[in-house]
């Protein structure tokens, strides 16, 4: 019994191929319906399983750390996204012993949290205990903690000339470039949802719901993509 | 539809938001001396002001943090914005009704 009681520690490696296999994304049953929703004008799609890890930190040096690891400046004002490359080639340092690395994304959620997105470990090699572990350690005993959300949110990809024209009808943000450039993202509702949403490029948006709330979403939206399809 | 201007987040629509009722409220700092009557007035008490009214207010759907706002009750003017660890804005009417001794 004393074997039962022992916490296991943390793994470091790369998650099993095998059991990334048995995933199930939160949109995945939605997709036809996304697919047929999409047109020339505006394309709706899920990107699963990215790696989504909170970060809250309070102290200005523990959050430097915590960026250090991370390979980027933290984010210090609403909107901003910091920019980086986690493991091999960047200054993050993964304990695993794979030859792989990630871009990374921080996104500024308040003045003590961040969300650090980076890619499906799956595809990567970077895993997701890997990163938790690092950022662990380089938080260390400060105040603030490091936990894998991942499976909180699912992302939406809204791309296509009348995006925002889709996005306008139900986001009350202005979403003119001039007040939300590409690279920004916020923390906001859509309808009544809870989401964050992130201009990853000129005519593509990033929506972050609650996994429970993604067929909502999908649903909401394809209903504003019909006059374009 | 108000637009409450978040210190952290800047101006969003008053959905964005939890209302926290009036801000200043002390708790007791000795609750068990208390009289039933005088606990009654800390818990359900407040002022009920026409005109500027200080507020904690939470940008629930944003930042999650909670602030002070005064709000004007009469035109839904938010004159001030603060956060909470900062002193509350000169001109305000001072210690709420809620904090007053009970029959005085």
């Known amino acids: 019994m004393a074997e039962q009681m022992t916490v296991k520690p943390a793994a470091t490696g790369t998650t099993d191929a095998a059991v990334l296999g ?36 309070t102290a200005p040096e523990a959050v430097e750390a915590v960026g250090n690891a991370l390979g980027v400046t933290m984010p210090s004002a609403v909107g901003e996204v910091a920019q980086g490359e986690f493991g091999e080639g960047g ?64 992302t939406l990809e809204l791309s296509g000339s009348k995006a925002r024209a889709v996005l306008d009808k139900t986001i009350e943000l202005d979403l003119h470039p001039r007040e939300f450039p590409v690279g920004r993202a ?9 989401v964050i949403l992130w201009r990853s490029a000129d ?23 019909r006059e374009f399809s | 539809m108000m637009v409450i201007p978040c210190p952290f987040c800047g101006p969003r629509n008053e959905t964005e938001y939890t209302y926290g009722g009036q801000a200043h409220v002390a708790y007791p700092e000795n609750p068990d001396a208390l ?60 210690a709420p009704l809620a904090t007053k001794e009970v029959g005085a």
């Not at chain 1, 005519?203 to 429970?212: F, G």
């Not at chain 2, 407040?46 to 930042?63: F, I, L, M, T």
């Open chain 1, 22 to 57: 048995y995933r199930r994304s939160p949109a995945h049953h939605l997709a036809e319906l996304m697919a047929a929703a999409s047109g020339e004008q505006v394309r709706l799609r899920e990107v699963p399983f990215l790696t989504q890890i909170t970060i809250r930190a």
């Open chain 1, 91 to 154: 200054s993050g340092s993964s304990g695993s012993s794979g030859s792989s690395g990630s871009s990374v994304s921080v996104v500024w959620l308040s003045p003590d949290e961040w969300l650090a997105v980076l890619g499906d470990e799956a595809d990567t090699g970077v895993s997701i205990a890997a990163v938790v572990e690092s950022l662990s350690v380089a938080l260390g005993e400060r105040r603030g903690q490091v936990v894998d959300v991942s499976s909180n949110r699912t």
């Open chain 1, 186 to 194: 916020v923390s906001t509702q859509m309808e009544s949802v809870a």
């Open chain 1, 203 to 225: 005519d593509t948006w990033l929506l972050m719901p609650r996994a429970s709330f993604a067929e909502h979403v999908v649903g909401w939206l394809a209903d504003g993509m």
């Open chain 2, 35 to 94: 009289t039933d009557e005088q606990w009654a007035q800390f818990l359900f008490y407040r002022d009920n002001p026409r005109g500027s009214y200080a507020e904690r207010w939470q940008h629930s759907a944003g930042c999650r943090k909670w602030f002070n706002a005064v709000r004007n009750t009469h035109t839904y003017e938010i004159t001030h914005v603060y956060r909470l660890d900062q002193a509350r804005p000169d001109g305000l009417p001072k």
